[in-house]
């Protein structure tokens, strides 16, 4: 194999991740399936635990890539960018279905849940007690992710560390209070539109927290191990790039469904 090109692109290995990882996946969504009808986690678990080892194993041959086999070009940088920017872009709209939905069936209540909203019946959340503290919560760690990020670009090896570690003990503290949330709700997913447009709203956001604050600490530990610098740290860029999108998603939702919709 030549480790020289006439180009500044990269044409990657072959890899065995993308087809372990469709196994897993695979594995995963038929042991959910087997989980919900017949209560047997087996499959379940062996899905998890092929798709963890999936991606530390591709995501470990990235970091490779860009950082000790220099693969990462400038041209190839702004190929990760733009495909960064557009699945945000398609977030985004995924999002939009779900506000779509909640302002579809708030603004005209049919006759089937009483042409009031919220329904008769729901007992909503207060909007001032929880949700208000996830609100400070996600809009203190992106605070916190923009001073990491600053810091990274300084040079400032102690603060980009700090900054990141409280990003990511944010996430995790969001998680846990939605949890206790979800745990105490006096509605579910079964309650009328409002139930169903609540809880894919809120649950869906709160996977892409989980999601956002693994993606964070991943770059946490790319940055202890040296793998950032000024110049070259598309990774955690990204990773900031969706920690503010979370932020503004829950933003809209807070207003929305639990304000306005309250």
Known sequence: MTTHHNHPYHLVDYSPWPLTGA??????VTGMVKWFHNFNMNLLILGYIITILTMYQWWRDICRE??????????????LRWGMILFIISEIFFFISFFWAFFHSSLSPNIEIGMMWPPMSIVPFNPFQIPLLNTIILITSGITVTWAHHALMENNFTQTTQGLFITVMLGIYFTILQAYEYIEAPFTIADSIYGSTFFMATGFHGLHVMIGTIFLLICLMRHMNNHFSKNHHFGFEAAAWYWHFVDVVWLFLYISIYWWGN
């Open 23 to 28: 196994i897993g996946v695979l594995t995963l």
């Open 66 to 79: 860009g950082t000790l086999q220099g693969k990462h070009t400038i041209l190839v940088s702004k190929g």
